[in-house]
């Protein structure tokens, strides 16, 4: 092995134990496993530790809800009585990416404005929080149109092209847009 190589195999270690780590937390904070969806058009893969190496134990379909425990941008997967997770996937891991989305965070556009949107999502149920507080963060992103097909793209120019807006409710307005731009947005949920 070499120097580097032994570092990199350290990091990968030190990743998985961190996610595994903050999925325990998640787990002891949260009353119940948190639901996801898997985007549409997309498909994931499960595997048995939170690692990108590690032996894949199924595939979850596009448009598949799941529950489980968000971790180091793993979800574990849960089971129990209520579970949506098929029992031999039960205690796997998907990287959560842009292939799933917590069904807590679907955003809804209340309004628009020509320099603002105003937007609400379901949020986290507080019921479900132990002695905790919740705050959300809207990620949003300036998509341009692809100059081939006049499809929209991530725009990567300049550091205009994304943002981001805080919130302590499941709600907020999203300003500073510029007036008709297409949007990729997300929010993320901090407890």
Known sequence: HTPTHGREEEDAAAR?????????????????????????GESALVRM?????????????????????????????AGGDRSLVPRELVGGW????????????????RSRYIEAIDLEWPGLDTTDVHDAKVMYVVEWQLLQASREGGGATDSLEGSETKGHTPSLQPHAIVSGIPGGSALRLRVATRV
Not at 16 to 40: F, G, N, R
Not at 59 to 76: A, F, H, K, M, V
Not at 94 to 109: D, E, N, Q
Request: hydrophobic fraction near 45%.
């Open 16 to 40: 998985k134990a961190a996610a595994i780590q903050a999925s325990v937390a998640a787990e002891a904070v949260l009353t119940s496993a948190l639901e996801y969806m898997v985007e549409p």
């Open 49 to 77: 530790e939170p690692d990108v190496e590690s032996r894949a134990l199924g595939n979850l379909d596009s448009g598949q809800s799941i529950s489980g425990y968000p971790g180091g941008g793993w979800l574990r997967l």
């Open 94 to 109: 998907v990287f959560i990416g842009r292939h799933l989305g917590a069904t807590c965070s679907r955003i809804t556009v």
